[in-house]
């Protein structure tokens, strides 16, 4: 295997155990925690397809234009997405103490049976 091609694998791991957690797991810290294992891998993607060998990068305001630059868009929404993951964490984590105070329980199958 072709050791440029390790971020996006890590990229893609990431992203199936995030999903694994997500679709298998029975307790909530577990699935919001695979639900952050998905942003972590999708911001890894984002930053490892704005990457370029030998890249430079673009706020050098005296970089040679010859030089091939690293693409900032991708870091910039990478930024901004760290920025939304953090703020959905920690809802989804004050939804999971709330569920826990009312219910007593994190596991989504007695949650689903107190229901009534």
């Known amino acids: 295997m072709n050791l440029g ?10 992203i199936l155990l ?3 957690a997500v ?6 810290i577990k699935i919001v925690l ?6 972590t891998g999708v911001n890894l993607l984002l930053v490892t397809l704005g990457y370029r060998t030998d890249g430079i990068a673009p706020i050098f305001t005296l970089a040679p ?8 868009t991708p870091q910039a929404l990478t930024l901004t997405s760290i920025v939304i993951g953090l703020a959905t964490t920690a809802l ?3 939804f999971v103490v709330w569920i ?12 689903k049976e107190l229901r009534g």
């Not at 091609?5 to 990431?14: C, E, I, S």
């Open 5 to 14: 091609n390790m971020p996006f694998v890590a990229a893609a791991l990431l």
């Open 65 to 72: 234009r010859a030089g091939p630059m690293v693409l900032p």
């Open 34 to 39: 695979g639900i952050s294992l998905v942003e």
């Open 92 to 94: 989804l984590l004050s």
């Open 23 to 28: 679709l298998f797991k029975r307790n909530l």
């Open 100 to 111: 826990h105070r009312h219910y007593g329980t994190l596991d989504v199958r007695k949650i």
């Open 18 to 20: 995030g999903i694994y």
